[in-house]
């Protein structure tokens, strides 16, 4: 009997407005399987005993009156200072990281992207076979996040003094995708990974 070959479990990583979600919609538009943490993040939270930790560590002020956690807000507040973000981060990594490990079990397929921008605080390497990192210099992704999200320069520069370095990620890559040179050319890289990728898998 043939015996059944190992899912490649691949996490596309990168920081604060690194380009992972027109990274994640290239591969999926190509015809990759992907799972987003931060969509699992956002599953996790709205979970009542999880609401519930939320409130007892942070209060309830970053709730709406229906009861629904206003995740701007407390990203505002959390991201300020350090130790609140190690605080959230206790309690919500643990849960995301085995919710992605619940989906990955489940699925039979040649390859799966994670899309997983906290990966190394996350303590989630291990859990996939390569990473794909998205890197550009950290002031272009402060502009780029100004403008994307509407926040200021010191938001946006309390995110990412709170993320892994650039050097941290490409020590762990598989792969490095430039995205400083333009959207057709980041596109254009991404599309030529892919392909090496399912050549290198006999998926085409």
């Known amino acids: 009997m043939e ?3 190992q899912m490649l479990k691949i996490a596309l990583t990168g ?3 690194a380009g992972k979600t027109l990274a994640a919609k290239t591969l999926a538009d190509l015809g990759a399987y ?8 956002r599953e996790v939270t709205a979970e009542p005993e999880v609401a519930d930790r939320i409130r007892q560590a942070f209060g309830e ?5 229906d009861g629904k956690l206003n995740r701007r807000k407390l990203g505002k507040y959390v991201f300020a200072d350090p130790q609140r973000v190690k605080l959230l981060n206790s309690l919500l990594h643990p849960l995301i990281k085995q919710k992605i490990q619940d989906q990955l079990d489940c699925l039979q397929l040649p390859v799966v992207f994670v899309v997983a921008p906290l990966l190394i605080e996350s303590g ?7 990473v794909w990192t998205i890197a550009s210099k950290p002031e272009i992704r402060i502009k780029r996040a100004i403008r994307r999200d509407n926040i200021s320069r010191r938001r946006a520069y309390n995110i990412l003094r709170n993320q892994a370095t650039e050097q941290q990620r490409a020590e762990i890559a598989s792969v490095v995708i430039n995205n400083e040179d333009g959207e057709d050319e980041f596109i254009a890289q991404i599309k030529n990974h892919y392909r090496d990728l399912t050549r290198e898998l006999g998926l085409t």
């Open 15 to 17: 920081g604060l407005a």
């Open 61 to 65: 002020r970053y709730f709406d009156k």
């Open 34 to 41: 992907i799972i987003d943490a931060d969509i699992v993040a």
């Open 124 to 130: 989630m390497v291990d859990m996939f076979d390569r």
């Open 3 to 5: 015996s059944k070959k």
